[in-house]
């Protein structure tokens, strides 16, 4: 609900009628300049309820099917572990949706995506902007050539491209010592690749797999979506030279 209250507390003291912030029209006087608006904040009836908390629900998103999906998201942030004032690379942005969660966790947040396809860099952008974090970067490019003049990071998320050459090792060497790096992958040539990264630098390397229950006939069944490896690591003194474990 929406009310406009103007000249408070002098003779011309009046309140505009009570409308809602979607019934607003823009034909309506400008009324009077020494005004204050009063909104009372709700979530309208059948809205999406788009909380802080890692793991919107992916129709929140406009994407073309380079998503990562609600349950794994929520998992790779909680790998991520952002922490206000810090610094995400989102390598592969697809949809941007890392990005965007890592940002809404806190105002200070800050990230950075990487996305080689120009339609889908323009759709982050339209992503971050609808979903209230209109300062994330977005750089049109490949990785790990694009990657060359960004700032530090203080994490690092590869969602895309893990097979190109160099990528990987670059992201590991732009990280500072306590930073981390999450990679998720469902094809096993990258999987491969991650398995070699576990072996060589340490952290944790996972399966995860979600199945959602859907019609059958008259009855309910599972239907398992694509299952998703990921690597989760700190980078300490100990792992970054990258020694044989």
Known sequence: RVRVLEQLGGPREHVDGETTAD????????????N???????????????GAVPGLPDEAYEHDGQLTKRHVRAAT????APAPGE????????????????????????????????????RIT?????????????????APAALAELPQPDAVFIGGGLTAPGLLDACWQALPDGGRLVANT?????????ADACRRHGGELVKLAVAHAVPVGGFTGWRQ??????????KTPDTSSGADR
Do not use: F, K
């Open 23 to 34: 019934e607003w029209e823009e034909s309506r006087p400008p009324g009077d300049p020494l």
């Open 36 to 50: 204050i608006v009063a909104v009372e904040c709700r979530r309208a009836p059948g809205a999406l309820r788009l």
């Open 77 to 80: 942030l909680a790998a991520l």
């Open 87 to 122: 610094l995400l690379w989102d390598i592969g942005g697809g949809s941007g949706s890392i990005a965007v969660e890592w940002m809404r966790t806190h105002p200070s947040c800050r990230a950075i995506t990487v996305e080689r396809d120009p339609v889908r860099a323009a």
């Open 126 to 142: 339209r992503n971050a902007d609808r979903l209230g974090v209109p300062g994330l970067r977005v750089v049109t490019g490949a």
């Open 186 to 194: 469902v094809t096993l040539e990258s999987e491969a690749l991650l």
């Open 225 to 234: 979506a694509m299952p998703v490896t990921q690597w989760a690591v700190h």
